[in-house]
């Protein structure tokens, strides 16, 4: 079924690295990124939860929905007395247009360094 008021969701591979970073401090590194796109919004940036350091990430009650994605819960990331409350997030079970991000985890890039490339 299609709604006109559903924004298009895509779902590609990032053919270049993405480190993502805090302070110097490297949370995730991969050559495996996927990149989702939805309606007018930035991009986004998924990486693979086993190229993600999760020793830097504590797991938080945080949660919310998206219509578009289904139930996303989230992690604060620490590292060198520093902590970003909620700033990685992930869908476990995201609807069939977001499948492909089961199993990532994505990171707020005005929160985080995200290199690309």
């Known amino acids: 079924m ?4 559903t924004p298009t969701i895509t779902v ?3 053919t270049r690295p993405v480190i993502v970073l805090m302070n110097d401090n490297i949370i995730a590194s ?3 990124a996927l990149i989702l796109k ?3 919004r930035a991009p986004v940036y998924y990486i693979p939860k ?3 350091a999760m020793e830097f990430l504590l797991p938080t009650d945080h949660h919310t929905t998206c219509p578009h994605k289904g139930e996303a819960r989230y992690w604060t990331i620490t590292g060198q007395g520093r902590a970003v409350e909620n700033g990685a ?4 079970n995201p609807h069939e247009a977001a499948s492909a991000i089961a199993g990532h985890l994505s990171f707020y890039p005005d ?3 995200i290199e690309v490339g």
């Open 89 to 92: 997030w992930a869908y476990d």
């Open 12 to 14: 590609e591979r990032e």
């Open 50 to 52: 086993e190229h993600v």
């Open 111 to 113: 929160k985080l360094r």
């Open 38 to 40: 939805e309606g007018n």
């Open 2 to 5: 299609s709604n006109a008021a």
């Open 30 to 32: 991969t050559k495996e």
